[in-house]
């Protein structure tokens, strides 16, 4: 049934992309069989997941086989002088080794085997298609909401300093070493994902069945669920409403020369060197290129969901995970993507979101519904805040700031507080009486 629900949404998305005139998910990964991926290193993470399910050997011959396919289409394009502008020269090969192994599945698995098979060809597949789907939302927004609300969000998050403001600062005077650094972080962050889900995924080929929750399902239902709010809530961010969504890469990163040399729909050329005015906020029109992608953060989801996933394995994993947060926050902010209300939103979507599934496979019973309800009763009060409150949060920064900041403090103190009770051989329930001592 959910397989069926995910295909079903794939081709209504698929379509719903094909009305603007480009081809959608199902059609771009159909398509990187054989033209140059857009993300190989994806598609080799995607891999990954995919071999948790086989034994050594069997890894081992699928490592080699995606290697030595990609090898071999990279020396045909290089005969027929076939030159990749667009996408990576590598990672076919791992899309080839995924679908054989489906074929395999069918034709050469039988029983439990044959499931086991299909659910990791399945993850690595779902892994692949989130980022397609991601793409294809957010290219959706910009077609959509002619509207943005930056001006909202702006002015709220006067009441926590505007953080975007100071880190942008902070970035732009790290200059090219500060830059590249976060933007490597900021890029490689599905790597990461699947670096702790491959330790919570270790099991699996010894053990012949996937754990219950792990972290590969927490991304997919974020990005799945996320984009949603991204059309109820359209913002693009403070380096596009509010800068030139240019200068601060120029002469930084090598993206520079496909960045707009201006940005006419922008407020005015204020980030990150000038504050945004504090005003009578409105929505105004924008672009129908710049995503609308900021309310909530998820890529402050993901990190969130990469560093709860990470507390229960070694030590260099655990400090993976806090470095990975930290440093995705630091650059959502100074690279301009993000407000800092955005950040706060993202951590309480996650929380509701990874505490739905928790409960989920726990069993909904009265802490998890509660737990949940609460997670989304905050977050859906943060947007009606942003919305409508704006001007009373900027006049009164010392009382609003901590009440975002508890908000969201309030949430994550509920998750951990909750889901610890769930654990096994924590009981939690009223201290039996002290017992007399026996003389």
Aim: hydrophobic letters at 50%.
């Amino acid at each position: 049934m959910a397989a069926v629900a995910v295909l079903g949404f794939l081709i209504a998305l698929e379509f719903a992309v094909r009305h603007y005139g480009l081809p959608g998910p199902i059609t771009t990964q159909a398509r990187e069989v054989i033209c140059p991926p857009k993300s190989g290193g994806l598609l080799y993470a995607g891999m990954a997941l995919m071999m948790v399910v086989l034994t050594w050997r069997q890894r081992f011959i699928a490592l080699g086989a995606a290697i030595g396919i990609d090898i071999v289409i990279w020396v045909v394009r290089w005969l027929a002088d076939i030159r990749v502008t667009h996408g990576h020269p590598f990672g076919n090969g791992a899309l080839w080794v995924i679908l054989g192994c489906a074929v395999v599945a069918v034709t050469r698995r039988t029983g439990p085997e044959r499931v086991l098979l299909l659910k990791g060809v399945g993850l690595a597949l779902l892994l692949v298609a989130g980022r397609k789907t991601g793409d294809a939302w957010l290219f959706i927004t910009s077609k959509t909401r002619p509207m943005v609300l930056d001006q909202y969000v702006a002015t709220a998050d006067h009441a926590l300093g505007n953080p975007s403001w100071l880190l942008g600062r902070i970035v732009t005077a790290s200059g090219p070493v500060g830059f590249n650094f976060l933007d490597f972080v900021y890029g490689q962050l599905p790597v990461a994902a699947v670096v702790v889900a491959l330790y919570q995924l270790r099991h699996v080929a010894a053990e012949r069945r996937f754990p219950r929750h792990h972290l590969v399902r927490t991304f997919l239902v974020i990005g799945l669920v996320g984009p949603v709010f991204y059309m109820i809530f359209p913002v693009v961010g403070p380096v596009f409403a509010y800068g030139t969504g240019a200068e601060h890469w120029e002469g930084v990163s090598l993206w520079a020369p496909h960045m707009p040399p201006s940005a006419p729909w922008a407020v005015a050329d204020l980030w990150p060197g000038t504050l945004s005015p504090i005003g009578a906020p409105q929505s105004m029109s924008f672009d129908e290129i710049t995503p609308r992608n900021c309310m909530p953060s998820l890529h402050t989801a993901w990190a969130t969901a990469i560093f709860i996933h990470s507390r229960k394995g070694p030590r260099a994993l655990r400090y993976a995970g806090t470095f990975w947060l930290i440093a995705t926050l630091a650059a959502t902010l100074g690279f301009g993507y993000h407000y800092g209300a955005d950040l706060i939103a993202g951590v309480v979507f996650t929380l509701t979101i990874e505490a739905a599934l928790r409960a989920f496979d726990h069993g909904w019973d009265r802490s998890g519904v509660r737990l949940v309800a609460y997670g989304a009763t905050v977050f859906a009060a943060l947007l009606v805040s942003y919305r409508y409150l704006p001007l009373k949060m900027a006049g009164h920064p010392w009382l609003a700031g901590p009440l975002l900041l508890l908000a969201m403090v309030s949430v994550v103190y509920g998750y951990v507080r909750t889901t610890t009770s769930w654990e096994p051989g924590v009981v939690r329930g009223p201290r039996p009486a002290p017992q007399p001592e026996l003389i």
